[in-house]
């Protein structure tokens, strides 16, 4: 369904979409960008309860969000909606929590 969403978003050519792996098979699931600038880091996961898995997909925004100079960090779920703060090298960085019925009907602020 998000995939959906951000794919019809880019058939109209508001946004381009890419995905970001890692060598070591990290990765994030939509890299959203307008014109030359990244907007926005995109993970997709059902099950919040599974601490390893979302450990896993917080720690490749991180890294994502160093590399591609990104600090709209996006984490869509069945029903959590919150932020959690980090700091990751010497940096503040900030990862949202989205219901997935919330942010379908939210316009991504692009």
């Known amino acids: 369904v ?14 381009k979409l890419y995905y970001w792996k890692t060598p070591q098979t990290e990765e994030v699931d939509f890299v959203v960008q307008k014109a030359t600038k990244i907007t926005h880091l995109i ?18 925004l991180l890294k994502a969000s160093q590399h591609l100079k990104c600090d709209n960090l996006i984490i869509i779920n069945d029903s959590v909606e919150k932020e959690e703060l980090f700091r990751w090298f010497n940096k503040k960085a900030k990862i949202k929590f989205i219901p997935l019925h919330k942010w379908l009907n939210e316009e991504l602020d692009i």
């Open 2 to 15: 998000v995939a959906v969403k951000l794919k019809k978003m880019e058939a109209e050519g508001k946004i």
């Open 43 to 60: 993970e997709v996961c059902s099950n919040l309860q599974d601490i390893k898995q979302i450990e896993k997909k917080k720690r490749a």
